[in-house]
């Protein structure tokens, strides 16, 4: 079945930034939409970005993190990343990877779409 492995989580002070990386393994496909998603205690884990794979990488982010987050796909090892710039408090929440066999996504979409999901990784902006 398919893995998926978080790192590059950490604490971060204020208007620094931090990248994630996100490492699929047992996977072979070729169409397929990769997301990035974090939660806060108490809340729902909501969408951050997602990339299709396929589709000439088509991105969505979320309004809170537009021009600051970009997320990129390496389809040379499976590997994703989420390039987070401009860091702020409300940034601090469990990132989570996640993908979604056989379709690509036309729009930033919620976590029930998605098939699978990393462990969760905490990053922490502080002031």
């Known amino acids: 079945q398919v893995q998926l492995v978080e790192s590059g989580g950490g604490s971060v002070q204020a208007g620094g930034s931090l990248t994630l990386s996100c490492v699929a393994s047992d996977w072979s496909y070729s169409q397929n939409c990769m997301g990035w998603f974090r939660q806060t205690p108490g809340n729902e884990r909501e969408a951050v970005a997602h990339?299709?794979?396929?589709?000439?990488?088509?991105?969505f982010y979320d309004r809170s993190v537009r021009g600051r987050f970009t997320i990129s796909k390496d389809h040379t090892k499976n590997a994703m990343s989420l390039q987070m710039n401009s860091l702020t408090p409300e940034d601090t929440a469990t990132y989570y990877c996640a993908a979604r066999n056989g379709f690509w996504c036309n729009y930033l979409i919620t976590k029930a779409l998605f098939d699978y999901w990393g462990q969760g990784i905490q990053v922490t902006v502080s002031t």
């Open positions: 990339i299709n794979i396929g589709n000439n990488n088509r991105t």
